[in-house]
């Protein structure tokens, strides 16, 4: 029997190349090939070995560089042909990332695989604004929650243990199924001024956020142009906003992208926009 090199399905946070764990960057240091997707930066592929094989396999709404099954066959051929390969992902390989998918594939055909998790983005986009998930008063538990189906169904959930004002929710690809997500937690008790969160390009120079809520999100969205990859989180522990989070341009002045460079706001400072 041919032997295997390792699979690792590395998670790589939500952007920011600071918040990956110390082994992901080991691992990226030493690898022989770089299987990696759409929401992985470029600040972290730099940290990659220069000499290993890259290979994008990224996949954005409508449009797939490769289907699933196609990856799960070319992970296990690049397995063949080189010892360390690092499947890298944005965020954390087993929240919303096909990680669980892929580790059957390989289990299934012989192939070495280990885990090294990430920081999803719910933690990491949150942390950005000072924000907490859970918090004493406001929010007894945290759901993380798709907003995203196959073939583009309607998102199907359990609604009424969704619309809970004790619990955050941490919609993961929800921009264009709000609109459904809105209504179906207004339908099963939500006050339509819960707090809702929207952030964009989380922690990287990118990021743009705003707040508003459950009743007004969708014509905020609109309105404001934001598109995925999104965060949007839904509860209690937004109404801390007004005393943690601080506005965009402040976190970007800390921007660990370039420490030397000042961040450059041709409109003159915030692109934080508060709609509560």
Not at 1 to 25: C, F, H, N
Not at 44 to 55: D, G, K, M, S, T
Not at 148 to 164: F, G, N, V
Request: a negative charge; one cysteine or more.
């Amino acid at each position: 029997m041919q032997k295997s090199g390792r699979i690792y399905l590395v998670g790589a946070g939500p952007g920011d190349p600071e918040l990956l764990t110390i082994k992901a960057a080991r691992l990226l240091d030493r690898a022989d090939a770089v299987i990696y997707d759409r929401l992985v930066s470029d600040e972290i592929l730099e940290l990659a070995n220069p000499f290993a094989e890259r290979v994008y396999v990224g996949k954005s709404t409508g449009s797939h560089s490769l289907k699933q099954s196609e990856i799960n066959t070319l992970l296990v051929h690049m397995a063949r042909k080189h010892c360390h390969i690092v499947r890298l992902k944005g965020g954390d390989p087993y929240i919303f990332g096909r990680g669980g998918e892929e580790a059957e594939w390989l289990s299934l055909h012989d192939v070495p695989f280990e885990v090294v998790p990430g920081i999803t983005a719910a933690a990491g986009c949150m942390a950005q604004l000072n924000l907490p998930l859970t918090h004493r008063g406001l929010a007894t538990s945290v759901r993380f929650v798709t907003g995203h189906m196959q073939a583009d169904a309607e998102p199907h959930h359990d609604w009424r243990s969704l619309a809970d004002p004790d619990t955050t929710l941490a919609i993961y690809m929800g921009v264009k199924t709000m609109p459904v997500i809105a209504g179906k937690l207004l339908e099963h008790g939500l006050p339509t001024d819960t707090p809702v969160m929207i952030i964009e390009n989380g922690s990287t120079p990118d990021q743009r956020h705003f707040r508003s809520t459950l009743g007004n999100v969708c014509d905020d969205l609109n309105r404001l142009d934001f598109d995925p990859p999104c965060m949007i989180v839904i509860g209690r522990v937004i109404s801390l906003a007004d005393r943690l989070s601080l506005p965009e341009a402040e976190l970007l002045s800390e921007s660990r992208f370039d420490q030397n460079a000042a961040p450059d706001f041709p409109d003159g400072g915030l692109r934080y926009a508060h709609t509560a």
